[in-house]
């Protein structure tokens, strides 16, 4: 799948702010380019205060409480905004146990949606604010 279709998938829009977390040099720098060249807008980094449409966070096994990390973005996501947690590939360094995201997601209050790969070395998971059962 090209780096389009995959941009796509993400659902995201011109002007579309987006918070980028875990940054470093073993993300995939091709597929960083093509979000911020199809949103036409730069990410906002792990300062941010304003309110984005969306949270990409670049996760390894080693980076600590991913709970924590996912209640901490939750607070910046727009009431509709998805968080895409980025994890290394399995056999790759740094690969999260699926069930790992299984787990702490719905204790963050999310729901997880969808994964796929993207690039080499990624796999992008949807996570999405839980629905509330009342009416």
Known sequence: MGVGLMIERFG????DLILEVGFATDCDAE???AVEKQVGTRFVMDNATEVVDC?????????G?????LMDVASF?????????LTPKVNREGYVEPSDIQDAAPIAGLSQTVSFAIGVDWVATKLVARKSSRK
């Open 77 to 85: 996501l727009s009431e509709s905004g998805p968080i895409w947690l």
């Open 31 to 33: 597929f960083r380019n």
């Open 12 to 15: 995201l829009r011109p002007g």
């Open 55 to 63: 949270v990409l966070i670049w996760w390894r096994e080693s980076d």
């Open 65 to 69: 409480d991913l709970i924590d990390e």
